[in-house]
């Protein structure tokens, strides 16, 4: 049976994975007949977010791996313990802690950096020409593991496309139910909350997205 990395930043869409998207991703996953993993990175998030007001909790100090364990129902691994032999891919739900735990894209944009550790599991998969999926805002990761040139789509957001432009992407404009292929690279993306305003249409290209990762292993 074919085994799916995922790779979280959290729980909850302002400062962590989206939820949604995780649970129809590990969903999709199963219904695809492959097995997952999830991991995070063992790393403080870069804020804490009241998800009823979205304010910053000044105050409150969370772990990425910590929190996301609640979406993993605590069968999850810190990155630093992937032996890439065990995985045939690689799937990374959104939410703004993939712009905000993975790197610092949401704040910088054209000039983010990203967390070398992640790079280093991104690219395990790259460097082994192992077929990988992103959605929503974490295709804001792609360049620092791809670098130039990579295809990718995180909706129709001019501002947001136009930075991942910057940072050396071949951004493709992109409707919410629907995929966009890196043939070269082997690298598939989908909008989902970047436009979906319901989780039936985050689902649509969701699936899409594990469906074609998993026929690509």
């Not at 949604?20 to 990175?41: D, K, M, W």
């Not at 790393?43 to 009823?52: F, T």
């Amino acid at each position: 049976m074919k085994k799916i990395a995922v790779l979280l930043s959290g729980c909850g869409v302002f400062d962590g994975s989206e939820i949604y998207e995780t649970v129809v991703t590990l969903l999709s996953i199963e219904r695809n007949g492959a097995q997952y993993q999830c991991f995070a990175p063992d790393k403080a998030q870069m804020h804490v977010i009241n998800h009823r007001t979205q304010d910053i909790n000044a105050n409150s100090k969370r772990n990425v791996l910590t929190e996301s364990a609640r979406l993993a129902r605590g069968e999850i691994k810190a990155i630093q313990d992937l032996d890439i032999r065990d995985f045939d891919a690689l799937i990374v739900p959104g939410g703004f802690g993939a712009a905000k735990n993975f790197s610092d894209f949401a704040l910088k944009g054209p000039d983010a950096t990203a967390d070398e550790k992640v790079v280093e599991f991104c690219k395990a998969f790259a460097n082994n020409q192992k077929p990988v999926g992103y959605m929503c805002i974490a295709p804001s990761l792609l360049p620092f593991v791809y670098g130039k040139g990579v295809k990718l789509t995180i909706g129709n957001d001019k501002g947001t496309a136009e930075a991942l432009t910057k940072l050396g992407a071949e951004h493709v404009d992109c409707a919410v139910n629907d995929i966009v292929v890196d043939e070269t690279n082997r690298v598939v993306t989908t909008p989902a909350y970047m436009l979906a305003n319901s989780i039936s249409e985050a689902a649509e290209g969701i699936e899409k997205l594990v469906k074609r990762v998993v026929s690509m292993t």
